[in-house]
């Protein structure tokens, strides 16, 4: 019998639980999925709750009870170490966790592994930026369904004093000079613009798009060009029009350096210092890795070999220190194998990536401005999926070869919200192929010039909509599931 353990219970973690719950039923097979949280949140959506637009209640349900089901050991808990190649006293390779849970809260364990896969996610690295975050600082965030919650009453509390009369300023986008998920910030900028129309007070509102970004468009991935029409164009252009449209601001090309109490202060590319006041701000941290030691058989230290220094484990890519015109689509992982430790993966946001997408940039104080990869959504799902495969061969062959997902071959799909209602609510669809630019393949994009576009309308809300409920429902195991795609 095989153990399989799972650190996190996101997109990725789930996914891959669940593929290899229903194909290694009815052997003598275990999966093991350890995650500190009770439930699993379906992120895209928390934009949503962060705006008044959705209760909490419906992005989130519980896992013990699916997992129960789908004979997956559970354990509520936070991964602290691995032990690779066993102790000295257990020669199994094996994880040491610390439960979260009530009953066992602040308890300690170890649980066995012929393999693991690593899919913690992120850490919020709220502190990277003084003042920055819901707990210790003074701005919103929508990373998780709880930080989400506590973000919609601030803003119907905005929409409140807009209602009484007041003027306010909402600002929103990133908290630091290094952050990703720009697509989540735009959605949350044109959700709020929607919904301050929708309550009747978007006159008494100034809405500022703050970012880290080189333009606007560029969204971690070095924008998008493709043919629309016979011709030409860019996202840059597609999202410029959006911000002219909504009557928003931009500030792109900058870095936040510190909150204060309705103020941001940031830097920008030329190393100048600016000051923004605010009444709302909803501003998303830069991302660690989740802080897992890494231990020999004999206890010595080895974290440095597993993971990268940011936290994130190392998997098949070319981490060959290079120029950034000198990086290609494929230095990027294929397998999400440890190249140590075979038995060894890690998908979703928990791999180490092996340079930035978007052009790195650096101020005259040394600051860096540079947009980190993006690794959430569909290729978290896809890379998940493809590793429980691959695992699963390998439990049949040990020789058998692994499955593989490079983001440098697969494309994504995109459905940024700009406005929940379905009869006047809109949202930006877009398609990347691949996700990452491969300019030896197209040498004119660096994408397929086809297959590579973006439109905006009501259509694309119905289907942002329509995966809120289908990916729910898949992740939820409801009947079919496994027929839905990543």
Not at 295 to 311: C, H, L, M, R, S
Not at 436 to 445: G, K, L, R, S
Request: hydrophobic content about 35%.
């Amino acid at each position: 019998m095989a153990q399989i353990v799972i650190l996190g219970a996101g997109i990725a973690g789930h996914t891959s639980a669940m593929v290899l719950a229903r194909k290694l039923k009815n052997t003598d097979h275990q999966v093991v999925v350890i995650s500190p949280k009770p439930t699993w949140n379906w992120v895209p959506s928390n934009i949503w709750v962060g705006t008044g637009r959705m209760p909490r209640e419906e992005v989130v349900f519980e896992l013990a009870p699916l997992y129960e089901k789908h004979g997956i050991d559970f354990r509520q808990a936070a991964a602290t170490a691995i032990y690779p190649e066993g102790s000295q006293d257990n020669p199994r390779p094996q994880v040491e966790f610390t439960y979260t849970d009530p009953a066992h809260n602040g308890q300690t364990d170890r649980v066995d592994f012929d393999y693991l896969i690593n899919a913690t996610g992120p850490k919020l690295n709220f502190a990277a930026t003084p003042g920055l975050g819901p707990d210790e600082g003074y701005t919103q965030s929508v990373c998780t369904d709880e930080h989400a919650e506590e973000c919609g009453r601030e803003f119907m509390s905005a929409v409140e004093r807009m209602r009484n009369g007041e003027r306010l300023r909402f600002v929103i986008g990133m908290g630091a000079g290094t952050c990703t998920c720009q697509g989540a910030a735009f959605e949350f900028t044109f959700n709020t613009e929607h919904e301050l129309r929708e309550h009747g007070v978007r006159d008494k509102a100034e809405i500022v798009y703050l970012s880290n970004e080189p333009e606007l468009g560029d969204l971690g991935v070095n924008g998008m060009k493709f043919k629309q029409e016979g011709y030409f164009t860019s996202s840059q252009l597609w999202t410029e029009s959006i911000f002219r449209e909504r009557g928003v601001k931009s500030i792109c090309s900058v870095a936040v350096r510190e909150v204060e109490p309705g103020k941001v202060k940031y830097e920008d590319l030329d190393g100048e210092m600016h000051e923004l006041d605010f009444d709302f701000a909803m501003l998303l941290p830069p991302f660690t890795g989740i802080p897992i030691k890494a231990f020999d058989k004999n206890g010595e230290d080895i974290t440095d070999v597993v993971f990268n220094p940011a936290g994130f484990m190392k998997v098949d890519a070319d981490y060959t220190p290079k120029p950034f015109e000198e990086w290609r689509a494929a230095d990027w992982p294929k397998t999400y194998q440890n190249p140590t430790y075979g038995n060894m993966f890690a998908v979703g946001i928990a791999f180490a990536p092996p340079h930035a997408i978007s052009r790195p940039q650096k101020t005259p104080n040394g600051t860096m401005i540079a947009p980190a990869p993006p690794r959430t959504g569909q290729p978290s799902g896809t890379m998940a999926a493809v590793v429980a495969d691959s695992i699963v061969r390998r439990l049949e062959d040990p020789n058998a070869p692994l499955g593989e997902a490079s983001m440098g071959e697969v494309g994504a799909i995109c459905d940024a919200s700009t406005g929940a209602n379905l009869l006047s609510g809109s949202a930006a669809a877009m398609v990347m192929y691949p996700v990452i630019p491969d300019e030896t393949v197209y040498p004119e994009t660096g994408r397929h010039p086809r297959l590579t576009h973006g439109e905006i309308g009501l259509f694309g809300h119905w289907i942002k909509l329509m995966y809120h409920y289908l990916f729910i429902y898949k992740a939820k195991a409801k009947p079919g599931w496994h027929l839905l795609p990543e």
